[in-house]
């Protein structure tokens, strides 16, 4: 069983821009869930894909977008770059939509904003 | 609206000494809780959770039990080893809806 993969590693991109963010989920695994973490915080939930489709989401406006595809991997999206998106970008994986499944969380995406 | 709040740290405890690491939440309803930890080099991975009031999570010698009388959901070890090194994340889930709340993380260091 493989874990879960993100790409690129790093990243930086100057505000305005857009950028697009890789994960790859566990085999088997319908559910995933994005998060951004800043630097010396928690966690904090973007958004949960479920099949395909949206299945909730957090306090993050529109330009934070997602796809999620049948081959396990997913997207995100995030349009018109601030600074303050400056931050590590997790994606976490688990089996079904139930909220006590496990996530499995992948190293991240460190993106710098400039 | 539904939110965790963990002791600040860091912490700083020698091999063999007791841990305690606080998380309080606030919430609706009836969430379930969960400590992730993140050892250095690695991503987050589950410690242990509790799903309902008076539950007992436990792991790695590690314990929290679910209080919905004082929404508490303290990490406890009874003897910390070097190895026990990390972060660790309190978070929670409410039963209704799809979100998933992190507390701040608590960093805990543990000399030989």
């Known amino acids: 069983e493989t874990g879960v993969t993100q790409s690129p590693t790093h990243l930086i991109k100057t505000r305005g821009q857009q950028v697009t963010l890789r994960c790859s989920s566990q085999?088997?695994?319908?559910?995933v869930s994005w998060y951004q973490q800043a630097l010396g915080q928690g966690p904090q939930f973007i958004f949960q894909y479920y099949r395909e489709e949206e299945n909730g989401r957090g306090n993050f406006p529109p330009r934070f977008s997602g796809l999620q595809f049948p081959n396990y991997s997913s997207e995100l999206n995030v349009n018109a770059l601030e600074l303050d998106d400056s931050a590590l970008y997790l994606c976490?994986?688990?089996?079904?939509?139930?909220?006590?499944?496990?996530?499995?969380f992948g190293p991240g995406t460190r993106l710098t904003v400039l | 609206g539904d939110s965790v709040t963990q002791m600040e740290g860091p912490v700083t405890l020698s091999e063999e000494a007791f841990l305690t690491i606080n998380c309080t939440y606030t919430?609706?309803?009836?969430?379930?809780l969960f400590w992730y930890v993140q050892y250095p080099g690695e991503g987050l991975q589950l410690l242990l959770k509790a799903t309902k009031a008076d539950d007992k999570g436990s792991n790695k010698g590690f314990e929290a039990t679910y209080r919905k009388e004082t929404t508490s959901f303290h990490l406890e070890k009874g003897s910390v080893q070097v190895s026990d090194s990390a972060v660790y994340f309190c978070?929670?889930?409410?039963?209704?809806?799809?979100?998933?709340?992190f507390g701040t993380g608590t960093s805990l260091t543990v000399i030989p």
């Open positions: 976490a994986s688990s089996p079904d939509s139930h909220p006590t499944d496990t996530q499995y």
């Open positions: 919430a609706t309803g009836y969430p379930s």
């Open positions: 978070a929670l889930t409410p039963n209704t809806g799809n979100q998933f709340y």
């Open positions: 085999s088997g695994h319908n559910t």
